[in-house]
């Protein structure tokens, strides 16, 4: 079992910044890819980035692309999610999540074995 916990989100002005940890208990997180992925209020969860578990594969959904970076330090086994030029849009809840699967299943949600509770980002215009 793997526990993950995200670290608290916030309310950033459009344009500002904010990075996201999310923290693992209960087994290494070096065994898995990890991903992020969010939801807005009446929208489907979607991916957002995702990383190898050595960290040096990574893929990011073309809404974050070059504005978000994922990384991952398994020494402290946490990772990370940093985000740049923030928009009204990327408010959400954002949720990290665990998986065993390899790079083309990144972007399913059904790929993924464990999850964090999420953590309200809201970005203000």
């Known amino acids: 079992q793997v526990q993950l916990v995200e670290s608290a989100g916030g309310l950033v002005q459009a344009g500002g910044s904010l990075r996201l940890s999310c923290a693992a208990s209960?087994?290494?997180?070096?065994?898995?890819?990890m991903g992020w992925f969010r939801q807005s209020p009446g929208k489907e969860r979607e991916f957002v980035a995702a990383?190898?578990?050595?960290?040096?594969?990574?893929a990011y959904a073309d809404s974050v692309k070059g504005r978000f970076t994922i990384s991952r330090d398994n020494a402290k086994n946490t990772v990370y999610l940093q985000m740049n030029s923030l928009k009204p849009e990327d408010t959400a809840v954002y949720y990290c999540?665990?998986?065993?699967?390899?790079?083309?299943?990144?972007?399913?949600?059904?790929?993924?074995?464990?999850w964090g509770q999420g953590t309200q980002v809201t970005v203000s215009s």
């Open positions: 999540a665990a998986t065993t699967r390899t790079s083309s299943s990144w972007p399913q949600i059904k790929a993924y074995d464990y």
């Open positions: 209960g087994r290494t997180l070096s065994s898995y890819a």
């Open positions: 990383i190898s578990w050595y960290g040096g594969s990574t």
